[in-house]
Structure formats: structure tokens, C-alpha cells
């Protein structure tokens, strides 16, 4: 079971970049998938998460409106679309699955994380 995040990178304050997990070993469709980002000297936070059961979706309030998670089956990958970045997005951001059905528990498999960093 491998988790891979990658898309991430250098952009302008407003800009977007978007983020890809891509799973190897399991079909992703089958786990409720969570983004999270740290950034230096802060804790993890976790900024968005999809759930298996029903397509729940979940973002805080830090991020709601300007980040969207989304599947793609086909692909077996998540997608974590970013739009109107601020400098205060800049982190190194993973995905994590969890065999639970919702966006509640605890997550057990962890990717490779990307950079993002947002700066002018």
C-alpha cells in the first residue's frame, strides 16, 4: 500500500496549483482519502478529506471555497484543486487514507508529501 502526492510547487499569491495522491496496491475509491499540509514550526492541520461511504467532503474554514477534493476512479487517484492561494497555504502537504468510512478517524496510511510554496 503506497500513497503518492505530487503537483506541488512555486506559485504567485491568487494563484492555483493542484495536487494529485495517487495510490499503488489499492483502489482508492474503496478509502476515505484526507489532505493535510505542515508547515515549518506549525502542527499538522488537515485541510481537506473525501469520505468513502457517500462522497462527504470536508474543509476547514481556513481553506472552504478556495480548495476542492475530488476522486477520480479511473485514475485511481484524489485530486486536491487549489484557487486563490495566500502565502499562509505555503507547506509540505501529504494525502492519507483510512479504511474508515468517514472523515472522523484516524488515518493509517500516509504518502510522500509535496512543496507548496506560495510567495512572490
Known amino acids: 500500500v503506497q500513497l503518492q502526492a505530487f503537483g506541488g510547487g512555486l506559485v504567485q499569491p491568487g494563484g492555483s496549483l493542484r495536487l494529485s495522491c495517487a495510490a499503488s496496491g489499492f483502489t482508492l475509491d474503496y478509502y476515505t482519502i484526507g489532505w493535510f499540509r505542515q508547515a515549518p514550526g506549525k502542527e499538522r492541520e488537515g485541510v481537506s478529506c473525501i469520505s468513502s461511504s457517500d462522497g462527504t467532503t470536508y474543509y476547514p474554514d481556513s481553506v472552504k471555497g478556495r480548495f476542492t477534493i475530488s476522486r477520480d476512479s479511473a485514475k485511481n487517484t484524489v485530486y486536491l484543486q487549489m484557487h486563490r492561494l495566500k502565502p499562509e497555504d505555503s507547506a509540505f502537504y501529504y494525502c492519507?487514507?483510512?479504511?474508515?468510512?468517514?472523515?472522523?478517524?484516524?488515518?493509517?496510511?500516509w504518502g510522500q508529501g509535496t512543496q507548496v510554496t506560495v510567495s512572490s
Open positions: 492519507a487514507a483510512t479504511t474508515g468510512h468517514t472523515c472522523t478517524g484516524a488515518f493509517v496510511y
